[in-house]
């Protein structure tokens, strides 16, 4: 009896459960494959794609084989499309374009099969848990390790000491020329020849 039952367990974790959540990690502007197969092939008349959060978003949603633009959530709009779109061999992955922080997150990825009885609840298939994050060492730093615009700052305080300085001395060129120089008096005697 335990040769079974581990054979069982080994097969089990071997071939993994598509319930078992994936984890993903990207970076920003990079493209993110969410992988969901249905290990029945079943004709998938409503497929869904959610995000779970404080509320749930859907990602994206097909039913009878056609986008439902209208039930996507804002945030996902164009940037999101099938992996394969006829769905060949039960895959129903899904391609997110250009992931942002705000894309971390968990998604799920549910089903109506087509032998399914009428009114039932969507079947989970898979659950993706996204990370969204700057590659190590970058935190907003230029090459030097600089934080972007910490040097603005430095600019400034430098700058404005000197244009109030090159703006004093301006002045007093200005005012100086301005008052001119007394012309050569005409009350001095003249020589006569």
Not at 38 to 53: G, Q, R, T, V
Not at 116 to 140: A, E
Not at 154 to 159: M, Q, R, S, V
Not at 162 to 191: C, H, M, N, Q
Request: charged share 25%; net charge negative.
């Amino acid at each position: 009896m335990l040769p079974v039952v581990v054979f069982l367990a080994l097969l089990r974790f071997s071939s993994g459960s598509s319930a078992d959540p994936q984890n993903i990690t990207a970076e920003p502007g990079q493209d993110v494959t969410l992988r969901c197969k249905d290990p029945e092939k079943h004709k998938i008349p409503l497929l869904e794609w959610s995000k779970k959060d404080s509320v749930n978003k859907n990602l994206f949603v097909i039913r009878n084989g056609r986008p439902l633009p209208a039930d996507q959530h804002e945030s996902f709009k164009n940037r999101v499309f099938l992996k394969d779109s006829q769905m060949n061999d039960g895959d129903l992955s899904v391609v997110l374009e250009n992931v942002t922080v705000n894309d971390t997150g968990t998604y799920e990825c549910r089903v109506i099969r087509e032998n399914d009885p009428l009114g039932s609840p969507l079947n989970m298939i898979s659950t993706i848990n996204l990370q969204v994050s700057l590659p190590p060492g970058d935190k907003g730093e230029d090459e030097d390790g600089v934080k972007d615009g910490a040097g603005r700052g430095l600019l400034g305080l430098i700058a404005l000491p000197v244009l109030v300085v090159v703006l004093v001395v301006v002045l007093w060129i200005y005012r100086k020329k301005s008052r001119g120089f007394p012309a050569e008096s005409s009350d001095k005697p003249t020589e006569d020849l």
